[in-house]
């Protein structure tokens, strides 16, 4: 049987797979979406270090850092986004990022086994590789759904996105952990906050970009 838990993050993430088809459609949502997620998950990371840093000169450094951050991550998205052949390698990353996400909790759930750090006691050695591996496999029937080829390239840059994506995971969950908090937020039912869901994208998916520049260089 279904938990109520289960239910509610199934129903979030349904709306929130409507919202992102919207979103990649339309410019005029996707500035609004970019100004709300980016004002939201400022608030919800300025309630995060106000709980870890009691030193001032250290918590406003610390926000300055994460403001520069996603300043930089929105105008990047947007920019991307605004240019067909690099919006759809900016959505077949996103769409990565999300399998990485998908395949951590599903083989986790499945396979348990050992942990795979201190720092978030959920994560499993088994969830890690199952990110990577769902990562790829969705990666790959991206890049033959576009070129109907299969490449070396694409499982290296898919490993690459997927590993940046738990270690964005891991630095968040290490901060919740240091400001003694679940979730860093209650706006998404059965999720947590906005950077519960954007914490292994917003490393995963500039990292992605990199891997593809340094080959294309």
């Known amino acids: ?33 970019l100004i709300i997620v980016g004002v939201l998950s400022l608030l919800e990371f300025f309630n995060i270090a106000k709980k870890i840093f009691k030193n001032k000169f250290f918590l406003i450094i610390f926000n300055f850092f994460f403001i520069i951050y996603i300043f930089s991550f929105c105008l990047m998205f947007f920019f991307f986004a605004s240019l067909l052949h690099l919006k759809i390698i900016l959505i077949s990353l996103l769409i990565g990022c999300i399998a990485s996400d998908i395949g951590g909790y599903v083989f986790g ?32 029937i991206i890049v033959f759904y576009f070129t109907n080829n299969f490449s070396l390239l694409t499982i290296f840059i898919a490993v690459g996105t997927s590993i940046a994506c738990q270690v964005g995971d891991l630095f968040f969950s290490y901060l919740k952990r ?18 519960d869901r954007l ?19």
Not at 20 to 33: A, K, S
Not at 121 to 136: D, E, F
Not at 182 to 192: F, M, Q, R, V, Y
């Open 199 to 217: 914490d292994g994208i917003l490393l995963g998916l500039p990292f992605g970009f990199i891997l593809i520049a340094f080959y294309l260089s």
């Open 109 to 140: 759930k499945l396979f348990k086994g050992p942990k795979l750090t201190k720092i978030s006691p959920g994560k499993t050695v088994a969830g890690s590789l199952g990110s990577i591996i769902l990562t790829c496999l969705t990666l790959l």
């Open 1 to 33: 049987m279904i938990s109520e838990g289960l239910k509610k993050r199934i129903v979030t993430s349904v709306v929130l797979l409507a919202l992102f088809f919207l979103v990649i459609n339309f410019n005029f949502l996707l500035i609004y979406t």
């Open 178 to 195: 240091k400001a003694k908090i679940k979730d860093t937020g209650n706006i998404l039912p059965g999720h947590g906050g906005i950077l």
